[in-house]
Structure formats: structure tokens, C-alpha cells
């Protein structure tokens, strides 16, 4: 019974590079949330998607960020020219319906150099 | 907008001692969670708060919820090396779905 799972773990990228971070929900959920921890801070929304819809993107930075829930497949998180200031840890979480316990994933620990 | 705050930030606090952490939240909220980071980990899922009034016990933790305080206290009994970790509160709006965190309350527990 896995629960979130997110790839890579690590993810080291050079400025102007472009990221991609995926998740995937526990199995049956179809909800999921993307957050940004930057270091020494708390955790911030960035989107919630649903199965092929993004329900609210009112933390996602308006450029360079998109995200995606295909209806097959994981919940990838772009990042279009990578900039210092977004180092940080992404985390996913999901849950069965929108006000259930969200699972959280390990986190994808992002450095751009 | 809804804003949750933590108070302390920052607790370091000698084995066996008792404290208490507290989470203000802005407005009506239908679920109120409490997390475990340690460092360069994900969250642990600690408690999840539903009514006024509820509280929940798990070891040297107990988790309150006053709705119309909009308050909610991480009560730690007791406390143990094992406990130091940082512990955020979150508030989720059920239209919403997204949770609102805190900004971390770092817990250091010293023999």
C-alpha cells in the first residue's frame, strides 16, 4: 500500500535550466497539492489539481510555473528557467476527497547553482 | 486570506519540562492538523482536530481545539530528547481544500 511517492529525491539544476518534479498520489486518490518549503520556513500552496483540472493555482507564481494532473500518470510540477531564489523542497501531497487528511510525500529537494 | 500563526518559533526546553505551543488561525476553519518535520524529512501527520472543543492524546502530545478562539495548543507532557523537531499547525477550509501552515514551531529538548 505505497503512499505518495515523488521523483526525483534530489534535483540539482543550473541557472535557466528547466525542473520537472512528479508525484504520485496514494492509489485511488485524485486529488492533489503541491507545496514549496523554502529553507527555514513553513510550507507555502502552490496548486491544487484534480484529474486532468487545476482547481486553484492562487500560490503559483504567474511565470515559469505550470502545473499538471494527467488522467493517466503522475502530478508533474514544471519550472521553466530556473532561478537561485527557487531552491527549495516541493512537497505533494493527496487525498481521497478535498477536505480528507492530505499524504504527504517525501519531498523533491531542489538546488539551482 | 487566511493566515494561521504559530507562537514560539523557536522553543528549547530541558527534558522533563512541560510547554505548550499555541496556533492562531483568521477565520472559520473546518479541520485543524497538527505536523512532525524532523530535519530534511517530510511531515508526519500528528493529530487532526474536527470540533470545538476536541481534544487528542497521543504519548507526551495533546492537541486542543477552541473554534471560537480560533485557537488551537500543541501540549507537550514530560518532554523527551526524541521530541526535538519542528511542529507546524495547519488550518484547511473545505471549499478551499489547500491547508494554510503555520510558520514552524522548533522544538529543542536538552538533557
Known amino acids: 500500500n505505497a503512499g505518495v511517492m515523488q521523483n526525483p529525491r534530489h534535483l540539482v539544476r543550473r541557472r535557466g535550466q528547466e525542473a520537472r518534479l512528479r508525484c504520485s498520489p496514494v492509489?485511488?486518490?485524485?486529488?492533489v497539492y503541491w507545496y514549496r518549503q523554502l529553507p527555514e520556513e513553513g510550507l507555502k500552496f502552490m496548486v491544487y489539481?484534480?484529474?486532468?483540472?487545476?482547481?486553484?493555482e492562487s500560490g503559483m507564481p504567474k511565470e515559469r510555473f505550470s502545473a499538471e494532473f494527467p488522467k493517466e500518470g503522475p502530478s508533474i510540477l514544471r519550472i521553466q528557467q530556473v532561478v537561485r531564489g527557487d531552491s527549495a523542497a516541493y512537497f505533494c501531497?493527496?487525498?481521497?476527497?478535498?477536505?480528507?487528511?492530505?499524504?504527504f510525500g517525501p519531498g523533491t529537494r531542489l538546488l539551482v547553482l | 486570506e487566511l493566515k494561521v500563526e504559530q507562537n514560539p518559533l523557536f522553543l528549547s526546553m530541558q527534558e522533563g519540562k512541560n510547554y505548550t505551543i499555541y496556533c492562531n488561525y483568521s477565520?472559520?476553519?473546518?479541520?485543524l492538523y497538527w505536523y512532525r518535520q524532523d530535519p530534511g524529512k517530510s511531515l508526519e501527520s500528528l493529530f487532526v482536530?474536527?470540533?470545538?472543543?476536541a481534544v487528542k492524546q497521543e504519548g507526551r502530545l495533546m492537541a486542543s481545539l477552541d473554534t471560537k478562539a480560533r485557537l488551537s495548543t500543541l501540549h507537550i507532557t514530560a518532554a523527551v530528547h526524541d521530541l526535538s523537531a519542528t511542529y507546524f499547525c495547519?488550518?484547511?477550509?473545505?471549499?478551499?481544500?489547500?491547508?494554510?501552515f503555520g510558520d514552524g514551531t522548533t522544538l529543542t529538548v536538552k538533557p
Open positions: 482536530l474536527l470540533s470545538n472543543g
Open positions: 492509489k485511488g486518490h485524485s486529488h
Open positions: 501531497a493527496s487525498s481521497g476527497w478535498g477536505v480528507e487528511t492530505q499524504y
Open positions: 489539481l484534480q484529474k486532468e483540472n487545476i482547481i486553484d
Open positions: 477565520t472559520t476553519s473546518d479541520r
Open positions: 495547519a488550518s484547511v477550509v473545505s471549499n478551499a481544500g489547500k491547508s494554510t
